[in-house]
Nanobody, 118 residues
Framework: VQLQASGGGNVQAGGSLRLSCTAS????????MRWYRQAPGKQRELVAT???????NYADAVKGRFTISRDNAKNTVYLQMNSLKPEDTAVYYC?????????????WGRGTEVTVSS
């Protein structure tokens, strides 16, 4: 199983970006998909989670500005980021609990960099 993320880039404060992450491989189910981020010199933090049933949860820092969603048919999770702030600058990573044969395993994608300039 591989997770492939895309959509990062440079944007000015107040702008928007949409990140995507697609899981590929032999997949039976994906109970949860998440976005994390890691800013320079800081620990990785959980940004948002979406379950297979569509329930979502957000870090306080992004509530009201970011929206996580998923397309189960495409095994893809999205992160719509609006009203971006310089403090949102980080490498964003997608993460998923993936049901493979006889187990549920944790997978990570390579990061995609988001830079927000003031």
């Amino acid at each position: 199983v591989q997770l492939q993320a895309s959509g990062g880039g440079n944007v000015q404060a107040g702008g928007s970006l949409r990140l995507s992450c697609t899981a590929s491989g032999v997949i039976f189910s994906i109970p949860a998909m998440r976005w994390y981020r890691q800013a320079p010199g800081k620990q990785r933090e959980l940004v948002a989670t979406v379950t297979g049933g569509g329930s979502t949860n957000y870090a306080d820092a992004v509530k009201g500005r970011f929206t996580i969603s998923r397309d189960n048919a495409k095994n893809t999770v999205y992160l719509q980021m609006n009203s971006l702030k310089p403090e949102d600058t980080a490498v964003y990573y997608c993460n998923a609990d993936v049901g493979v044969r006889f187990a549920v395993r944790d997978y990570w994608g390579r990061g995609t960099e988001v830079t927000v300039s003031s």
